[in-house]
C-alpha cells in the first residue's frame, strides 16, 4: 500500500485519513520560559540540526504537492526565528495555488512588529496564547513575559485585520479563578477563545499533575457564568467549540486527556530538525532532513513522508499518573511545535 494517492493528489494515513494539515516548529526558542512548556534553563539545539528556512520551504513545497492544504507555523516562537519572514512570504506564492491557509501559532511578543508583514502575506487568523490577564500572574507563568506587549501585539494584529484566536492552557491553582474574565474578554474583542489540558510532556517543574484541571470541569465552571450551546464549527484542528449566549462568542476545549479527539485527525507535525510526528503523543518520528540533504530531488523525501505516514497511529496514549511521574512523551513541547 502506498500512502499518497496520486489520482487526488492526497495522504491517506492507515485509517482512511487525508493528512492535509501540517505544522511546522520552524525553531525550537522562544523569548518565554512558560512554566508548563520549557525548563527554565533550556538547552537549544545547536544551529547545524536546525533546518535552513530554504530547506523548510521545500518541505513545505514537497507536502503542499502531495495534498497539504493547510500550514500553521509554530515554535518554540515563530517570530523570533531570524528572517523568518522570508519564510511566510515565500510560502504565500502557493496561497490559492494548492496550499489554502497560512497560519501561525504566537506568544503574541512580537506581534507589534510584524503583523501587518503577515497579513501582507495572506495570513487571515492567528493562535495567540495567553493564559492570564493579570501582569503578575503573566509574568510567573511565563517567566520572562510583558503582558502590555502581548496585548499591544494583539491590537496591532487586529489593527492589521487578522482575526485571532485566544488559547489558554488550563491551570489548576493558577488561573482558575479568571477563566471566566478571560472569556468575557477576549469576546468583547471579538476573539474566539480555546480551551487546553495540560499535556504530559518533557520533564518540567513544578509537578504536572497538581496543575492538571480536566476540561469537563472547567466546563462546569463555565457553565455557571454561561449558557453554552454546542455548534459545529470546524477550524480544522482538535477543537470542540461552544457558543456562550451571553456573549454570542465561541469558547473551544481541546481534551487531550479526557476525550481523545484522534478519530479526525488530519494532522501531522515537522521539527525545526526535520523529524515528521505523525502524533503529538506518540515518540514515533521519521527522519527527513537525511533524505533532504542528501539529493536535490524530491523522491528520497517524498518516499520517507509516504513511508511515515503509513505508522500514522489510530490515536495517542496521553495519562496523568499520579504514580508514574515520567512524562507520556519525553520530547518538551517546545520541540515538536504547539
Known amino acids: 500500500m502506498n500512502a499518497h494517492n496520486a489520482a487526488t493528489d492526497t495522504i491517506i494515513d492507515p485509517f482512511g485519513r487525508a493528512v492535509s494539515y501540517l505544522r511546522v516548529s520552524v525553531t525550537d526558542r522562544c523569548d518565554f520560559r512558560c512554566v508548563y512548556c520549557m525548563s527554565e534553563d533550556m538547552a537549544f539545539l545547536p544551529k547545524k540540526d536546525l533546518l535552513t528556512l530554504e530547506e523548510l520551504d521545500r518541505l513545505c513545497s514537497i507536502f503542499i504537492d502531495k495534498g497539504v492544504k493547510k500550514l500553521r ?10 528572517d523568518i519572514m522570508t519564510l511566510f512570504r515565500s510560502l504565500s506564492k502557493k496561497l490559492g495555488n494548492g496550499l489554502e491557509e497560512l497560519t501561525l501559532t504566537t506568544n503574541g511578543s512580537q506581534l507589534e512588529r510584524y503583523a501587518q508583514e503577515l497579513a501582507d502575506c495572506g495570513v487571515k487568523r492567528i493562535n495567540v496564547s495567553l493564559d492570564t490577564l493579570d501582569p503578575v500572574k503573566f509574568r510567573a507563568i511565563t517567566r520572562w513575559g510583558d503582558l502590555d506587549r502581548v496585548l499591544n501585539g494583539i491590537e496591532a494584529a487586529q489593527k492589521a485585520g487578522l482575526s485571532i484566536k485566544i488559547n ?21 474583542e471579538g476573539m474566539d477563545i480555546t480551551f487546553i489540558e495540560v499535556m504530559p510532556m518533557g520533564d518540567i517543574e513544578p509537578d504536572r499533575y497538581d496543575q492538571y484541571w480536566p476540561l469537563t470541569e472547567v466546563k462546569q465552571h463555565l457553565a455557571e457564568a454561561f449558557t453554552m450551546a454546542d455548534i459545529n464549527h470546524q477550524t480544522g484542528g482538535p477543537a ?20 481523545n479527539f484522534c478519530e479526525s485527525c488530519n494532522r501531522v507535525r515537522l521539527t525545526c530538525t526535520g523529524m515528521l510526528y505523525m502524533c503529538l503523543g506518540q515518540d514515533d518520528s521519521a527522519d527527513l532532513r ?29 495519562i496523568i499518573d499520579r504514580v508514574g511521574t515520567r512524562p507520556a512523551v519525553q520530547r518538551h513541547m517546545s520541540v515538536t511545535g504547539g
Do not use: C, M
Open 73 to 82: 507555523i509554530t515554535g518554540g516562537e515563530p517570530l523570533v526565528r531570524r
Open 168 to 188: 489558554a492552557v488550563a491551570l489548576k491553582g493558577v488561573n482558575d479563578g479568571e477563566i471566566n474574565s478571560i472569556v468575557r474578554w477576549s469576546h468583547d
Open 240 to 259: 470542540r467549540y461552544v457558543r456562550a449566549q451571553e456573549t454570542g462568542g465561541r469558547i473551544g476545549f481541546i481534551t487531550p486527556l479526557t476525550h
Open 290 to 318: 537525511a533524505p533532504l540533504r542528501a539529493s536535490s530531488s524530491n523522491d528520497l523525501v517524498s518516499r520517507a513522508i509516504d513511508n511515515a505516514i503509513l505508522r500514522k497511529p489510530k490515536g495517542h496514549d496521553f
